[in-house]
């Protein structure tokens, strides 16, 4: 099959299979060949065959394929929102709104739009003496894209990174988390029905040592999503063989309330925010900052909004909060909690396990009497924990959301969107919304992308498309049979000629510079050359 590459006998202690496990029952629901490490430069290899021939085609063809993967997404989005759920936890609602949409959205999107933003563009020049050029950027695929994802959004954010890079002409290995397996099979199996050539898009199954083979294999760019501790990794991986790489990693993501801020709107959206995907999304609202004049009133709303959510199995149609995708996540959650505790927060809602309901479940928790020294507010959580910290003004409200090693998304709720736009600026944040949040994830035009330790580079938007393509300038003379003024053949008329040039180019006011023209003209204009 073309989407699984795993040719090479395995050594005797290598990971030959990965198990697919339900996060709600811990039940083993599928088990997938592992690759072994060993073959990465063969697959590595094999997709550079795959994409010279791509690459050839014309960009219509690419943009063809796209909205055939559009409509085989469509086709089968029921099963994929299903794989989604039962493989990460995630309320089907979720899996449908952020998964499939992204996926079909993304694949549609860049059907329609990647003609307009690869079309070279005309580079016009300034300076008189090169204004018989005429120069355009081209842009061309890099050669293979390797794609690094997690398990938190298995099925959008690798879609939603590949598309781009096979419309670029580019040909893709993806190795999707070993929590998820079998959405990163989908993944492959979807770009095969949809036509897509062999070896263009291939799948690699397995753990952080498959992950490193790739990197080692030297595709030309790696895409990475996943934790600051991994991406440190990668990046060092990457600069050893001085391959570029994006790298999409955590988030602290605040939520400044204002004073003036719709209540009831802004305490709905910070219990979705905190709580969608169990929290375990890298823009999850994990602080508020709100104005202490409406702070009781504000959290009051959020504790009875977090314990009217209805936990349980992803695919029972009521519920809202899954489970987390491990045990080890649950305890890290707890941690924090055990140390905020320490230092004097209160849990008002949550903050215990819910073993009833299956070994990964944990409820919704509100947490207040805050403060930066916690792990709680410094270390990205992951998990369905909201702290909520009162602030004298929106100055303060800043301050401390800036205060922190990462810089991913933030939000803004006033009514006063003059005043949010003013506030956005001031955050240090890959992106802000006014009045809403984590939705732009969802926005195609929207670039998504961190600062610090959240990472560099962008995925989504013409940003993300223009990650996976190389600039080439091209510059064609029109005066093909002229030799240049600033050719050997120096002399004192040159010398001359070169500072009349300088005066009439940048000296200041018109009267001079148009004195200096016709001296400067002689350079253009001269004889002795060679
Ligand atoms: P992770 O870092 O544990 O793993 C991510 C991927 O890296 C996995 O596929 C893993 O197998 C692979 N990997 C592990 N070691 C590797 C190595 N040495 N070399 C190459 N690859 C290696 O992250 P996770 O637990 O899967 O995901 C959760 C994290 O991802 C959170 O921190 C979250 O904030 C972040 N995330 C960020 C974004 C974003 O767009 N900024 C989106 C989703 C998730």
Known sequence: MQTTAQDAPTKANQVTHLESLDPATGEVIGRFEATPPENLP????????AQKKWAARPLRERCALLRRLRDVLFARRAEIAEVVTRESGKPRIEALFSDVTVAIDTAGHYARCAPR???????????????AKSAWLEYEPYGVIGIISPWNYPFAIPV??????????????????????????LVGEIFEQAGFPRDLVQVVQGGGEVGAALVDARPDKIIFTGSVVTGRRVAEACARHLIPSVLELGGKDAMIVLADADLDVASSAAVWGSFTNCGQACVSVERIYVERGVAEKFTDLCVAKTQRLKLGHGLDADTEVGPMIRESQVARVEEQLRDARARGARVLSGGQRRADLGPCFFEPTLVTGVDHSMRLMQEETFGPVLAISAVENAGEAVRLANDSEFGLAASVWTRDTRRGKGIASRLKSGAVMVNDALSYFGICEAPHGGRGASGWGHTHSRLGLMELVQVKYVDVDRLARWPKSWWFGYDQELSVAADAFLEAMFAPGWRRRLASLRGALKTVFRGHRI
């Not at 933003?117 to 204004?131: C, F, G, S, T, Y």
Request: glycine fraction near 6%.
């Open 42 to 49: 063969l697959i590595v290899e094999r997709a550079r065959e």
């Open 160 to 185: 939603g990174e590949i598309v781009p890079a096979v419309v670029a002409g580019n040909a893709v290995v993806l190795k999707p988390s070993e929590l998820t397996p079998w959405c990163g099979a």
């Open 117 to 131: 933003l690869l079309r070279p563009e005309r580079v016009p020049h300034h300076n008189l003496a090169v204004k």
